[in-house]
Every structure is written in C-alpha cells, then in structure tokens.
C-alpha cells in the first residue's frame, strides 16, 4: 500500500457520460498530480493541485476538470466521454521538497464503450 | 516541454544476468532523475533517484548512471529475478517554476527462470 488512494479501481461507462474519480494523497502530501496512461501514450501529465490551488496544467482537455479540497482528497471530473478517453488514470502526491519523487495510487481504469 | 525517452521498449534476460535500462532525455535543464517501476496493475513505484550533481547512485541491487555530457540515464538492476519483470520508466523534472515529472515511454524487462 502506497499511502495514496483512488476509487474507483475499475469504471466502465457509455460515451458522452461524465465520471468522477478521486484520490486520497499520501498523509502529510500537500501536492496532487494526475496521470492518464494509454497504451500507445504512457504517462502523461494532466493537472496538479498544491494545497487547494492548481498549480501546474499539462495536456489536459478543456473536457475534464480537477479540484482539491480542504482535506486534501483530489477529484478528477470527465466529461462528454469519449472512446478514447479509455485508460488508466492515476493520481500521486509528493512532500514540499523539489528532490520529492512522487507515490503514485494504483489507478482507475476508466472503459468508455 | 522535452520529454525523456527509452531506447529499448522490451528487453528480455535470464534469471541471475545483470540488466541494463537505457534513457535518454533532451532537457539539458533537467537536473532530478527518477527511476520507476511498473507490474502489471500497478501503479509506477519509485526505485531509485539521482540528482545532477552526482553521476552515480547505489541502492539494494540497483544502480543509476548518469551521464550529463550525453544527456543519458540509466538503470542497472544485478542478479535480475523474475519479479524484477516489469515496465520501467525514466522520469525527470527541472528546479525551474513549479515543474513536474515527465515520463518516458517505458521499457518492459521480461525475466526468464
């Protein structure tokens, strides 16, 4: 067990749908990432959150949106779903340090069909 | 931004032999090296870092090279075991704004009994 929790494991849904996935950052962590993973993509950046605040955008669609809340917990909310929007997402989080490496949760496998 | 990539997207070994992952990254500013491994799912596990100012670092079984003059990382894992079998990723960031990890592409290790 990382520290770092994402639920739902496994999310199966039609296009055009929109879910939410969450994130419980590892104790202490003030820094959240998300990550989508696609077989022929591997791990793309999405969007971080420092305490409460976007602090960095990397190739996220204007489709999906991100917030942190008061406790910390990440959401990532998918919207107008897509085919290819199928993959797995994962949320990390980190410590203050820049030499931090991050603890990544074990996923969401998101299936649009 | 530059992205880090792999010269090797499988690479098989027999149980016992010494592994050798390549990466190479193109962002001369890059100065924070990570080393990730991944099982099948799984999310990526933090193995072994490096910073710019060193050009090695040992940790149990595994060892990381860097090479700044070439722009090239690599990963040395002695004795390989079959539970060494698994996806492995470069990652690197920079001290610059609030920058984050960016991933390589992922080189799959298959260990033989």
């Known amino acids: 067990d990382s520290g770092v929790t994402q639920t739902p494991k496994h999310l199966i849904t039609a296009t055009g749908q929109r879910v939410t996935l969450r994130c419980s950052p590892r104790?202490?962590?003030?820094?959240v990432y998300w990550y989508q993973q696609s077989l022929d993509q591997g791990l793309q950046f999405l969007i971080q959150?420092?305490?409460?605040?976007?602090?960095a955008k990397g190739n996220i669609l204007e489709r999906f949106s991100a917030q942190q809340f008061p406790d910390l917990h990440s959401e990532l909310n998918l919207s107008s779903l897509e085919l290819g929007d199928s993959a797995l997402y994962f949320c990390?989080?980190?410590?203050?340090?820049?030499?931090?490496?991050?603890?990544f949760g074990s996923g969401t496998r998101l299936t649009v069909v | 931004g530059e992205s880090v990539g792999l010269h090797l997207p499988t690479l098989s070994v027999q149980e016992g032999d010494n592994s050798i992952i390549n990466c190479a990254y193109s962002?001369?500013?890059?100065?924070?090296f990570i080393w990730y491994k991944q099982e099948s799912g799984k999310g990526p596990q933090f193995i072994i870092d490096?910073?710019?100012?060193?050009d090695k670092r040992q940790g149990q079984r595994v060892t990381v090279l860097l090479n700044k003059t070439v722009k090239h990382l690599s990963l040395q894992i002695a004795a390989t075991q079959p539970g060494d079998s698994a996806v492995y990723f470069c990652?690197?960031?920079?001290?610059?704004?609030?920058?984050?990890?960016?991933f390589g592409k992922g080189t799959m290790l298959l260990v033989s009994p």
């Open positions: 104790s202490g962590d003030l820094s």
């Open positions: 490096i910073r710019s100012n060193m």
């Open positions: 962002n001369s500013a890059s100065d924070y």
């Open positions: 959150y420092y305490n409460g605040e976007e602090r």
């Open positions: 990652a690197e960031k920079t001290k610059a704004g609030y920058s984050t990890l960016t």
């Open positions: 990390a989080s980190s410590g203050e340090s820049y030499s931090y490496g991050y603890t």
